[in-house]
């Protein structure tokens, strides 16, 4: 994506009027294309136009080939999470509305993102193993999604993992050596996709160390929502 279509978006975002931002306790956001039901259908609504015309987000997506296999060949819904510096997302799964791809692009900032497993069940004994399975803390891989970047999560990524953003308000990195990648340093965790990354700054911390200061982030989470309410049915009668 172009950096005057970054602007355009994140101006387009800040426009919307207050009532139509979703508050959560540590974030807020935007439902695009309509708002599911407690069955996991969606009631659908029209995108907004700056998603369809300009930029053209759903049709370059779909023209990545990765929703040929979806249900409607398209993302029909987008979450729009905006993050404060400090602001993050708890490790989660997306849950079982979705065709399991989903696409993120990330605006106005970086922000780095974890993908988690759970513990083996067998040795987990913890007392909040009756919640849930507990989650093993290590991330099993750490990706620096980038201003302008998409990122296609899939696959057992998306089936089998858990996936958070830290609620941090910059990310340290020290820098890589001759056979090892630059990694987060306070995680100790190697960053995958260092040597993909395209930004002036990520590049040069990516090499020299250093860090990586977070300022207000939106991601756009594309998905296919498998059911969709038929208008039609209600209208017969
Ligand atoms: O902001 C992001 O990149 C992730 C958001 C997310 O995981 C979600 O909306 O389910
Ligand atoms: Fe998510």
């Not at 309509?34 to 259908?41: F, I, R």
């Not at 040929?68 to 509305?97: F, R, V, W």
Request: proline letters at 9%; a neutral charge; one cysteine or more.
């Amino acid at each position: 994506m172009q950096p005057e279509e970054e602007t355009y978006l994140i101006r387009k975002i800040q426009e919307f009027p207050q009532q139509r931002w979703k508050q959560l306790t540590n974030r807020r956001l935007q439902l695009w294309g309509g708002e599911l039901t407690s069955k996991n259908v969606l009631v659908a609504q029209p995108m907004p136009p700056f998603v369809e015309t300009y930029p053209d987000i759903i049709k370059r997506l779909k023209g990545t080939g990765v929703f040929d296999a979806s249900p409607h060949k398209t993302p029909n819904h987008i979450i729009m999470n905006e993050y404060l510096p400090g602001q993050g997302i708890m490790p989660h799964e997306d849950g079982p509305a979705y065709f399991p791809v989903v696409a993120t692009i990330s605006l106005g900032s970086h922000a780095v993102f974890h993908y988690y497993r759970y513990k083996q069940d067998a040795v987990d004994s913890s007392p909040d193993r009756k919640e849930g399975r507990s989650i093993d803390p290590a991330p099993v891989l750490s990706v620096l999604l980038e201003p302008r970047s998409a990122v296609i999560s899939e696959h057992a990524l998306y089936t089998a993992h858990l996936h958070a953003i830290r609620e941090v308000e910059e990310d340290p990195v020290t820098a890589g050596g001759a056979a090892s990648p630059p990694e987060l340093a306070d995680l100790c965790v190697p960053i995958a996709n260092w040597d993909r990354v395209t930004g002036p700054d990520a590049i040069r911390v990516m090499s020299e160390g250093g860090v990586l200061k977070r300022g207000v982030r939106y991601s756009l989470t594309c998905r296919d929502v498998e059911k969709v309410a038929q208008l039609k049915a209600f209208m017969k009668h």
